[in-house]
Nanobody, 115 residues
Framework: QVQLVESGGGLAQPGGSLKLSCVVS????????LGWYRQAPGKQREMVAI???????VYADSVKGRFTVSRDNVKNTMYLEMNSLKSEDTAVYFC?????????WGQGTQVTVSS
């Protein structure tokens, strides 16, 4: 059974930074694709960043150049480093994993960007 547990959300000022973590169990190597999605109030869930096992990365246009997705295989953890935050980045951020075409989701962590 795959489990994804996010942490690191909170309140940041515009222009500030936050770093989200997603701990993957049983092993990050068991997951084909990992990524981050977000859902703002009244909006559909959208892809933020995807990390493929063989190293490729895909980003939403709205976060390119500001957000970076990375993995620490020793810690079984995926990260999302978010810089130059904007108010429109406010959302619940979800960790996503896919194994044999079966999707798995974390419980979500709130990110609020406000002065």
């Amino acid at each position: 059974q795959v489990q994804l547990v996010e942490s690191g959300g909170g309140l940041a000022q515009p222009g500030g930074s936050l770093k989200l973590s997603c701990v993957v169990s049983p092993s990050i190597f068991s997951i084909d694709t990992l990524g981050w999605y977000r859902q703002a109030p009244g909006k559909q869930r959208e892809m933020v960043a995807i990390s493929k096992q063989w190293g490729s990365r895909v980003y939403a246009d709205s976060v390119k150049g500001r957000f970076t997705v990375s993995r620490d295989n020793v810690k079984n953890t995926m990260y999302l480093e978010m810089n130059s935050l904007k108010s429109e980045d406010t959302a619940v951020y979800f960790c996503y994993g896919e194994l044999s075409r079966t999707p798995y989701w974390g419980q979500g962590t709130q990110v609020t960007v406000s002065s």
